[in-house]
């Protein structure tokens, strides 16, 4: 096993302001795919264009995700532990961002035609796993980069611009496009170019926007391992890792926390503008300016919540952000009007950047210098591992009693059992953690 080794940055370490700045707007190039082509444009264009039938869209949708899922959450730790054995992250991170960027262009070619299932299933599940596993690297170079008591402050800063991009990125999509005179670009409206295009503009806005981490943030040494060597290593350490799994019971404590409260969370996203649409009337271009304006006070609690981060701590930030994302998810399960709705659902949002930045922060903090890569990878997995478990008590629920707002109640209960937990988890973010293995 390499040698347990204390924090790159220690506190009062100076910081080289470009690498982190670099690696801040990673985040703003990432979030196109997520937003384009996951959320937003591609997801609604495969369902109508491509399947034309939505409720037949919408399933063949969910499995795409869910297969994707699957995968990640079950290659994520594999990968992170061969990574650090390998020693150097960047190559990983440029590899898996390359992939997302290709298949992302790729999706240009998936035309309006049902025959295209294939064509699409395969870009768009190859372009989740590019980005899903580059976010992987990615995250874990954060303690490398930061001083301890900043980690939270650029987590947040990073995760603010991670939606600015998404939300510039859809705006641009939008107006530059999709609602644009065709003529401008001389593209076919028949053919959903104007849509497709906008594929294309995920991939030249998250190569263009990736490359200041290319140059700029310094990797680690490599171990001088070859991948084939550092694939044996890496199972070798996740097998350790799990035959001493008591050493780190209190990270693991925090990941099934995270499990929890990250169903509630990706519950709230994906059945936010069905039950805006069902409950409140609201129409697709609402539900749509809703969907912008959640995202905008979600980077902005994320950039506010940065410093108290960093002066609290990752484990009571999130704690704090859970007992505001709950109370207000609660209220909006009880209003009755539109206007009411858009005000607690902005209040919602300020919560959900900070929750997932101090996530991250956390992790940061704790995970073992010669783990980090692999604890990533957990994390990663704890994202994935259960996230049908939200959508589908939420789907039980609804059909049982034939109300939505019954359904989208059991969400509370994923965020309450993950505060509870979290609860359980030491307040102490600094303390090393002793290489025993």
Not at 84 to 94: A, E, H, M
Not at 227 to 251: C, N, P, W
Not at 375 to 390: H, Q, R
Not at 409 to 428: D, Q
Request: glycine share 10%; proline share 4%.
């Amino acid at each position: 096993m390499p040698p347990h080794t204390p924090h790159a940055q220690p506190p009062g370490a100076q910081e080289d302001k470009r690498a982190l700045w670099s690696w801040a707007f990673y985040d703003w190039a990432n979030s196109a795919f997520f937003t384009i082509i996951l959320t937003f444009v591609f997801a609604q264009y495969f369902s109508v264009s491509v399947m034309q039938d939505e409720v037949a869209g919408t399933n063949a949708w969910g499995n795409i995700v869910g297969i994707s899922g699957v995968f990640i959450a079950i290659l994520a730790p594999i990968l992170g532990a061969i990574a650090d054995q390998s020693g150097r992250r960047k190559p990983w991170l440029i590899s898996f961002t390359l992939l997302c960027v290709l298949s992302s262009a790729m999706l240009w070619t998936v035309t309006p035609n049902q025959d295209q299932f294939w064509n699409a299933a395969l870009w768009v599940g190859l372009g989740t796993l590019g980005a899903e596993f580059a976010f992987i690297f990615y995250n874990s170079m954060l303690p490398d980069l930061a001083s301890q008591e900043r980690t939270g402050r650029w987590s947040g800063w990073a995760w603010g611009l991670g939606y600015a991009g998404g939300v510039t990125s859809l705006v641009i999509a939008l107006y530059g496009f999709i609602e644009a005179d065709a003529s401008l670009f001389n593209l076919d409206r028949d053919e959903a170019e104007h849509v497709r295009a906008t594929f294309v503009l995920v991939a030249v806005w998250y190569l263009v926007f990736a490359l200041p981490a290319f140059f700029f943030i310094p990797d680690r040494p490599s171990t001088g391992l070859g991948l084939a060597a550092a694939t044996r290593a890496g199972f070798v350490q996740l097998k350790e890792s799990i035959a001493h799994v008591r050493q780190y019971k209190d990270i693991v404590r925090f990941l099934i926390a995270r499990m929890l409260y990250t169903d509630g969370l990706a519950t709230i996203f994906t059945f936010g503008g069905v039950y805006a649409a069902g409950t409140f009337n609201m129409s697709p271009t609402e539900v749509l300016q809703f969907a912008i304006a959640l995202n905008v006070t979600a980077g902005l609690g994320a950039l506010g919540f940065a410093w108290i981060d960093d002066a609290l701590g990752g484990r009571n930030t999130i704690l704090l952000a859970l007992i505001g994302l709950g109370s207000s998810a609660l209220a909006i399960m009880l209003v009755d009007s539109a206007t009411a709705f858009w005000v607690w659902g902005m209040i919602l949002g300020i919560f959900v950047g900070p929750l997932q930045s101090a996530s991250r922060s956390h992790l940061a903090r704790v995970a073992p210098p010669h783990l980090q890569t692999q604890m990533f990878g957990l994390f990663a997995f704890s994202g994935k591992a259960t996230a049908f478990a939200g959508p589908l008590l939420v789907g039980w629920v609804t059909a049982l009693t034939d109300s939505q707002r019954w359904g989208m109640s059991t969400i509370l209960l994923f965020l309450l059992v993950g505060f509870l937990l979290m609860l359980t988890v030491p307040k102490t973010e600094t303390k090393d953690i002793e290489d025993t293995v």
